[in-house]
């Protein structure tokens, strides 16, 4: 068993006066200090978006997503007037699904299930395309996402809400109906809905689950406003 000292009995620690200085930081400290790239201090806004992923996280993905459905609106399908509902539909959906249960999903759960994942993000290429455990790890993480994620929670999701503000019956007051009719939707398009995500999503969640942690979030951020223009323009309006 551990004995816990007697505090009476010892003797006090000699304590020693550090020097101070004035020559500047030793060559130790100035590889911490300038430690973060050009690139990634842009990216990360000086490591900001390190510090603050949440906060960034749902920003961003609420100001893009709505801002992808206006891109749509206005320049795809030259619409005179906005189409004010379904860009509150997309900012929603961006703020609530995109923003905070996406962060939870790819930070919290899939850090757990994948524990690998960081270690493999910092190595370099060469090293990554070398690592086996790292590798398959990286091929769990696209198959948990493109194939349980995306078809059983993400798209049904996406039709609920859309149902809930573009349909006809309230969610509050006959949830039910807006369920069912949701997922009878869904039930249409699914396919061609999978499709598109596959097409983008495969090598875009090779790309960013392969990135260092600080890139991820822009990467993920910049591949999802691609694909949030191409949803809006497939699925945005009431049809």
Known sequence: MFSRPNVWTMKPPRTTIQKRSFAGPGPSQVGKVSEMGTIQRILTFNGLMSKYPWTFGVGIATAKTGAADILVQKQIEKREKLDWQRVGLFTLFGFAYLGIVQYLIYVNLFSRLFKNAEAFGKMPFRQKIRNKEGLKDLGKQIVVDMFVHGPLFFFPCYYIAKESIQGEASVVSNPGKVMKKAME????????????LWKIWIPGDALVFALPLWARLPANHAISFVYMCILSFMRGSEE
Do not use: E
Not at 185 to 196: E, M, P, Q, R
């Open 185 to 196: 939707k869904y039930g249409l398009n699914y396919w061609d809905d999978w499709l598109a």
